[in-house]
């Protein structure tokens, strides 16, 4: 069975950092490209970052850029999202996600995700 089983969330003050991983197992994630999406409350859900199957030219909103930085462990089969510089508007579940093919910035059509983890950011 295929899994994507995310940690690392919690809450954290303004200005503070967490590192969320993304554990994949059932197959290997090497040929998919990998990446996080959240969902604040009220909103859509949107793609923060992703990477692709060699690692190369990841991709970031502009509201995460330069704060936050994707990277994959192969050996692990597994992704990170480390977060700094948190603002209360990164307040959201976190969602991963992969797929044989780059999504964009869409969710639709996405093969896996994970159930999500939540992040909270006090101010």
């Known amino acids: 069975q295929v899994q994507l089983v995310e940690s690392g969330g919690g809450l954290v003050q303004a200005g503070g950092s967490l590192r969320l991983s993304c554990a994949a197992s059932?197959?290997?994630?090497?040929?998919?490209?990998m990446g996080w999406f959240r969902q604040a409350p009220g909103k859509e859900r949107e793609c923060v970052a992703r990477?692709?199957?060699?690692?190369?030219?990841?991709y970031y909103a502009d509201s995460v850029k330069g704060r936050f930085t994707i990277s994959r462990d192969y050996a692990k089969n597994t992704v990170y999202l480390q977060m700094n510089s948190l603002k209360p508007e990164d307040t959201a579940v976190y969602y991963c996600?992969?797929?044989?093919?780059?999504?964009?910035?869409?969710?639709?059509?996405?093969?896996?995700w994970g159930k999500g983890t939540l992040v909270t950011v006090s101010s």
């Open positions: 990477i692709s199957w060699s690692g190369g030219n990841p």
């Open positions: 996600a992969a797929d044989l093919t780059d999504w964009g910035t869409s969710s639709d059509g996405i093969e896996y």
């Open positions: 059932g197959r290997t994630f090497v040929s998919y490209v």
